[in-house]
């Protein structure tokens, strides 16, 4: 324990000297050459590509992804299926049109919706519809909370979600409507929508292209902990209110944004309040012992540069913008696809490994545990590979193991599964990679509505998912051919996105349209160049 105080401390009068006495000439030099390494603007340059401020706001902001995890899963544990008879006449039917009342099958559920409501017979598929019309909250709080972020910040829209997710959230643990139970889950899951896009937003605004990586993976653990923690806490409370409000009452923690989150300098910056930028750029480079001197001056010439070359609308940016010209247009057309893709067959095929028999929590933990793999390894791939070849390697990971259960015998369930498996790892490197090509990808001024966008047509993927799944009672080998040809034509799309890693975050719209032409046309030369040949 000495050892190891001797060591803190050590380290403390190491900082202390290094902040108290100024950059050597190597230190110096040895930034700018860093500077120029990775292309740095103005505003990365000055709070620095990762330091304690970074840190600090991650370990702040991550934790959100659990109830992200949380709400979108919790259906498999509120709405499960059950075992029922009918109670008001043993002799009939459960389903027949003489039974007006149920019993139901308590030994693995306490209390369910589907008990509670019963929603059994010609009501069982309000639970799938329940669970349809959540995710498309997910689809709206995306567009919605993108647009305000983009119009208001990060910080204000991320706060108002955050309290809308707690308050429908134990509203609907309490309440006893089934329909009003159905609306104040789609108001949570608007409001988580918008947690997930404007605090992703807000990591990639912040930290520099050397880490980017690592952050944007990092930023999906917690979502892979919340699905595996959902199982712990379904097997330990098994009465599905309770359930509700455990997984909702956490959301009060993050009200303490409001005071812990600050907001993008990029934001900032892009919206012209260059005073408010330069403050909270100040305040990151001094946690991150850099110096300050310079940031105002830098920052006011760096806006009058883009004053110069920016257009006069570049400041705010809307849905159409990602369309209204040919480069951006088809970048976005392409990125969408993919998050399709993610959308469809993450969820697909855990809903396809969650139909093996067996126990429920179970299944569930084991489905949840096998992202983790997948997720760890895509900080590796990403780092060595770039965005395009991860994500073109993981859709047709995905791709190839889900069309070979076609070509296996339905009574391999073993094999099955084992192949869904490898799916669903494919996708759980696709879904940190997609965030990330999307966040690089599209320029700052549509950033959030860009990612919203995207994120909405991934909830479209989402909502049909379980009807694909549930095709297998049409035909055994339907389901794995739809989640097997998916994800290959979304690998093909990518083959025409230009690679983002390395390069700085397109701030203008000019700046979106530009960025991959050149490599597109540099490819596009040396085609020709080769045909001569």
Same mark, same amino acid.
């Given at each position: 324990?000495?050892?190891?105080?001797?060591?803190?401390?050590?380290?403390?009068?190491?900082?202390?000297? *290094? +902040? *108290?006495?100024?950059?050597? =000439?190597?230190?110096?030099?040895? @930034?700018?050459?860093?500077?120029?390494?990775?292309? %740095?603007?103005?505003?990365?340059?000055?709070?620095?590509?990762?330091?304690?401020?970074?840190?600090?706001?991650?370990?702040?902001?991550?934790?959100?992804?659990?109830?992200?995890?949380?709400?979108?899963?919790?259906?498999?544990?509120?709405?499960?299926?059950?075992?029922? =008879?009918?109670?008001?006449?043993?002799?009939?039917? +459960?389903?027949?049109?003489?039974?007006?009342?149920?019993?139901?099958?308590?030994?693995?559920?306490?209390? =369910?919706?589907?008990?509670?409501?019963?929603?059994?017979?010609?009501?069982?598929?309000?639970?799938?519809?329940?669970? =349809?019309?959540?995710?498309?909250?997910?689809?709206?709080?995306?567009?919605?909370?993108?647009?305000?972020?983009?119009?208001?910040?990060?910080?204000?829209? /991320?706060?108002?979600?955050?309290? !809308?997710?707690? $308050?429908?959230?134990?509203?609907?643990?309490?309440?006893?409507?089934?329909?009003?139970?159905?609306?104040?889950?789609?108001?949570?899951?608007?409001?988580?929508?918008?947690?997930?896009?404007?605090?992703?937003? &807000? #990591?990639? *605004?912040?930290?520099?292209?050397?880490?980017?990586?690592?952050?944007?993976?990092?930023?999906?653990?917690?979502?892979?902990?919340?699905?595996?923690? /959902?199982?712990?806490?379904?097997?330990?409370?098994?009465?599905? +209110? *309770?359930?509700?409000?455990? %997984?909702? !009452?956490?959301?009060?923690?993050?009200?303490?944004?409001?005071?812990?989150?600050?907001?993008?300098?990029?934001?900032?910056?892009?919206?012209?309040?260059?005073?408010?930028?330069?403050?909270?750029?100040?305040?990151?480079?001094?946690?991150?012992?850099?110096?300050?001197?310079?940031?105002?001056?830098?920052?006011?010439?760096?806006?009058?540069?883009?004053?110069?070359?920016?257009?006069?609308?570049?400041?705010?940016?809307?849905?159409?913008?990602?369309?209204?010209?040919?480069?951006?247009?088809?970048?976005?057309?392409?990125?969408?696809?993919?998050?399709? #893709?993610?959308?469809?067959?993450?969820?697909?095929?855990?809903?396809?490994?969650?139909?093996?028999?067996?126990?429920?929590?179970?299944?569930?933990?084991?489905?949840?545990? /096998?992202?983790?793999?997948?997720?760890?390894?895509?900080?590796?791939?990403?780092?060595?590979?770039?965005?395009?070849?991860?994500?073109?390697?993981?859709?047709? &990971?995905?791709?190839?193991?889900?069309?070979?259960?076609?070509?296996?015998?339905?009574?391999?369930?073993?094999?099955?599964?084992? /192949?869904?498996? $490898?799916?669903?790892?494919?996708?759980?490197?696709?879904?940190?990679?997609?965030?990330?090509?999307?966040?690089?990808?599209?320029?700052?001024?549509? +950033?959030?509505?860009?990612?919203?966008?995207?994120?909405?047509?991934?909830?479209?993927?989402?909502?049909?998912?379980?009807?694909?799944?549930?095709?297998?009672?049409?035909?055994?080998?339907?389901?794995?051919?739809?989640?097997? %040809? $998916?994800?290959?034509?979304?690998?093909?799309?990518?083959?025409?996105?230009?690679?983002?890693?390395?390069?700085?975050?397109?701030?203008? %719209?000019?700046?979106?349209?530009?960025?991959?032409?050149?490599?597109?046309? #540099?490819?596009?030369?040396?085609?020709?160049?080769?045909? @001569?040949?």
């Amino acid at each position: 324990m000495a050892d190891k105080t001797d060591a803190n401390q050590g380290i403390e009068l190491q900082h202390q000297s *290094e +902040r *108290e006495a100024p950059p050597s =000439t190597d230190k110096v030099t040895a @930034k700018a050459e860093s500077d120029r390494k990775w292309n %740095l603007d103005p505003i990365q340059r000055a709070m620095g590509q990762l330091g304690w401020w970074h840190i600090l706001v991650c370990a702040v902001v991550f934790p959100l992804k659990f109830p992200v995890a949380w709400h979108q899963m919790s259906i498999i544990f509120l709405g499960p299926s059950v075992n029922y =008879t009918c109670a008001s006449d043993p002799s009939l039917d +459960r389903c027949d049109s003489g039974c007006t009342s149920w019993s139901y099958d308590n030994s693995t559920f306490a209390t =369910t919706i589907t008990s509670e409501w019963d929603l059994v017979c010609g009501n069982a598929n309000l639970v799938k519809l329940s669970q =349809t019309i959540f995710m498309f909250g997910i689809l709206v709080g995306g567009v919605v909370f993108g647009s305000l972020a983009d119009k208001y910040g990060r910080r204000p829209p /991320l706060v108002v979600a955050v309290i !809308i997710q707690l $308050v429908s959230g134990v509203g609907a643990a309490v309440i006893g409507s089934f329909w009003i139970f159905v609306v104040l889950r789609f108001l949570t899951a608007v409001a988580t929508g918008g947690t997930m896009v404007t605090s992703f937003v &807000l #990591v990639m *605004e912040i930290i520099g292209p050397k880490w980017r990586e690592l952050f944007s993976v990092l930023y999906q653990i917690p979502f892979n902990l919340g699905h595996l923690t /959902l199982a712990g806490f379904a097997y330990f409370l098994r009465e599905w +209110r *309770e359930l509700q409000f455990a %997984l909702s !009452i956490f959301s009060v923690l993050m009200l303490s944004y409001y005071w812990l989150v600050p907001e993008s300098p990029r934001y900032l910056f892009t919206s012209g309040n260059v005073d408010g930028a330069v403050t909270v750029l100040e305040q990151a480079a001094k946690r991150n012992n850099l110096q300050t001197d310079t940031i105002r001056n830098d920052i006011e010439q760096y806006a009058k540069e883009k004053s110069r070359t920016a257009s006069a609308n570049a400041s705010k940016g809307n849905v159409l913008d990602l369309f209204r010209t040919p480069n951006m247009r088809a970048k976005t057309l392409y990125m969408c696809f993919n998050w399709f #893709v993610c959308g469809l067959a993450f969820f697909g095929v855990a809903q396809y490994i969650g139909h093996a028999g067996g126990d429920i929590y179970t299944n569930v933990a084991i489905s949840a545990a /096998l992202e983790l793999p997948g997720t760890l390894l895509c900080i590796y791939m990403m780092k060595a590979y770039g965005r395009k070849k991860t994500l073109i390697f993981s859709n047709t &990971l995905t791709g190839i193991s889900m069309l070979a259960i076609a070509f296996v015998p339905s009574s391999a369930s073993t094999l099955n599964v084992g /192949l869904a498996s $490898v799916g669903l790892v494919g996708m759980s490197i696709s879904f940190p990679t997609v965030y990330l090509y999307a966040g690089e990808l599209f320029p700052t001024v549509v +950033r959030n509505v860009g990612i919203g966008t995207a994120s909405m047509i991934a909830r479209f993927g989402s909502m049909i998912a379980p009807f694909v799944a549930g095709m297998g009672s049409i035909a055994y080998w339907l389901p794995p051919c739809i989640f097997g %040809l $998916v994800p290959l034509v979304g690998a093909f799309c990518v083959f025409f996105l230009p690679e983002t890693q390395g390069h700085p975050l397109p701030e203008t %719209l000019e700046d979106g349209e530009n960025f991959g032409k050149r490599q597109a046309a #540099v490819t596009g030369a040396n085609g020709v160049e080769n045909g @001569k040949h």
